[in-house]
């Protein structure tokens, strides 16, 4: 789910800045939105759980507006957990450097054949000591 980005905006980004805190894809709609102008958090929400903003179909907001995170205004991500699933199951959730799974895909060969496998007790990580994850792998 980790994956690099490299953002461009002068006058608002820094060049060489680095973020490292949670940022979801999810967190883009509020974010942009914000900066083309239109409403802001609690307001942006309700319109989508209405079904009245322009465009996107009556749902709800899971994003966070990372507008102030992006500029340097604040040093952390407005977001500090995220949920993880396997269809609709969950399967790990992460607070900050912290990742606890409760089911995981096995990476050997089979482990998509056998699918989501649940564990017995919850497997944590903490995933700025060890990015690849290794501690909690079955393999």
Request: glycine fraction near 8%; charge should be neutral; proline fraction near 7%.
């Amino acid at each position: 789910m980790r994956a690099p980005l490299v953002v461009r905006w002068p006058g608002h980004i820094e060049p060489g800045t680095v973020k490292n805190d949670i940022f979801a894809s999810l967190d883009w709609l509020p974010t942009l939105v914000d900066i083309a102008g239109g409403p802001k958090a609690n307001e942006l929400k309700a319109q989508i759980e209405k079904g009245t903003y322009p465009g996107i179909v009556k749902t709800t907001l899971d994003g966070v507006n990372q507008r102030e995170y992006l500029e340097g205004k604040s040093d952390e991500s407005a977001r500090d957990t995220f949920f993880y699933y396997s269809g609709k199951d969950p399967s790990a959730v992460r607070y900050k450097n912290w990742k606890m799974y409760f089911a995981m895909v096995s990476d050997s060969p089979e482990g998509f054949l056998n699918g989501v496998v649940p564990y017995h007790w919850t497997q944590v990580v903490n995933i700025k000591r060890d990015p690849f994850e290794t501690s909690s792998d079955s393999r």
